[in-house]
């Protein structure tokens, strides 16, 4: 059995809710993605997505200039458990349609990240196309 800990990304970046919010956007631009965890104290306290600083910020016509990241963060974040399986993480990933998911430890502190490109590049390809599949499907309206 494979457990997450052996193909998750270690180190990941991370930001407080008291962070700017452009601070954010300008991490994502440089690294690439588009999500941060957000914590205190090396607690998972929530996400920040570059969905969240559009929708929740700007199509409402708030800047990010001075605002925080509280502002635009999710509070419930789903996440995974470092010694939990590939298997039982990629069922999940495919059933609630998620490409990322943050890593915690038994404190649950965060530890790092999995994503489906993590898991892809080791020996659960078969089981990585089904929970990609899954995640592709059109949500019914």
Request: proline share 4%; aromatic share 2%.
């Amino acid at each position: 059995m494979t457990t997450v800990s052996e193909v998750m990304t270690r180190g990941a970046r991370t930001i407080t809710p008291q962070d700017q919010a452009m601070l954010a956007a300008q991490l994502m631009d440089q690294m690439d993605v588009g999500s941060l965890p957000v914590c205190e104290a090396g607690k998972l306290v929530g996400v920040v997505t570059d969905r969240d600083l559009v929708v929740r910020g700007l199509a409402k016509r708030q800047t990010l200039e001075g605002a925080q990241v509280k502002e635009f963060m999710s509070n419930e974040v789903a996440f995974c458990f470092e010694n939990q399986s590939v298997e039982e993480v990629l069922e999940y990933m495919g059933g609630d349609q998620l490409r990322r998911l943050p890593v915690l430890d038994q404190e649950k502190r965060l530890v790092g990240i999995v994503t489906l490109g993590d898991i892809a590049s080791k020996e659960e390809q078969p089981k990585t196309d089904e929970a990609l599949a899954e995640i592709s499907t059109d949500l019914p309206k």
